[in-house]
């Protein structure tokens, strides 16, 4: 069976803090992805990555950074947390073929408080 | 890159009606059409999805349609059931390999 686990479902940290996102899929997957989700705003996509060791830009990528180092491991990274930055995090994975249109499956989402 | 437009954002609808739900991409290059639910503490998860080759899917109650010459994509629920009461999203792939595009939701309330 598919699973993508985030580390925690629920986080606060204070501005300016160093925030770790965790996201790891058991599935073999090439593709991994980071979204955030805003009321009225939908899905929106931050970093998604390839390959190990690879990432790309999605939409909105200012203020975060990515780490992949296994291909099993994908980090988000908030290196000065602000209150902007208060969110719902989906991390994703898919097979391969980004473009090919293969089913994201989707871990259960960080909510993420800045204070 | 992809632009996709969903809509209504909220739809309520009583208990055995069926539910549609509307989006439209701007990429004529597009050439995936998947269709996410998400519950309430959950992640999205996929329920049905249609390629640009093919006019029309159904999967039980489920059923998405495509009019690639309007670029537009719809998801019908027939018979609606109080488990189909969530937020559901559309999405589409464009020409490039930047991943999926999605639209803003619709939070659909199954009346009983």
């Known amino acids: 069976d598919v699973k993508v686990t985030q580390s925690s479902r629920y986080l606060v940290k204070r501005t300016g803090e160093k925030v770790f996102l965790e996201c790891v899929q058991d599935?073999?997957?090439?593709?991994m992805f980071w979204y955030r989700q805003d009321p009225g705003l939908g899905l929106r996509l931050i970093y998604f990555?390839?390959?190990?060791?690879?990432?790309e830009k999605g939409d909105i990528p200012e203020g975060y950074s990515v780490s992949r180092e296994k291909k099993e491991r994908f980090s988000l990274i908030l290196e000065s947390a602000s209150t902007n930055q208060t969110s719902m995090y989906l991390c994703?994975?898919?097979?391969?073929?980004?473009?090919?249109?293969?089913?994201?499956?989707f871990g259960p989402g960080t909510r993420l408080l800045v204070l | 890159g992809e632009n996709v437009e969903q809509h209504p954002s909220t739809l309520s609808v009583q208990e055995g009606d069926s539910a549609v739900i509307k989006c439209t991409y701007s990429?004529?290059?597009?050439?995936?059409f998947p269709w996410y639910k998400q519950e309430l503490g959950k992640g999205p998860q996929l329920i049905i999805d249609?390629?640009?080759?093919?006019g029309e899917k159904k999967d039980q109650r489920i059923a998405v349609t495509l009019n690639k010459t309007a670029k537009h994509f719809s998801l019908h629920i027939t018979e609606t059931q109080p488990e189909d009461s969530a937020v559901y999203f559309c999405?589409?792939?464009?020409?490039?390999?930047?991943?999926?595009?999605f639209g803003k939701g619709t939070h659909l309330i199954i009346q009983p």
């Open positions: 994703a994975s898919s097979l391969l073929g980004l473009g090919m249109g293969e089913t994201q499956y």
């Open positions: 599935m073999d997957h090439e593709n």
């Open positions: 990555s390839y390959d190990v060791k690879m990432k």
């Open positions: 990429d004529s290059a597009s050439n995936y």
């Open positions: 249609i390629r640009s080759n093919v």
């Open positions: 999405g589409g792939i464009g020409g490039g390999a930047d991943g999926l595009t």
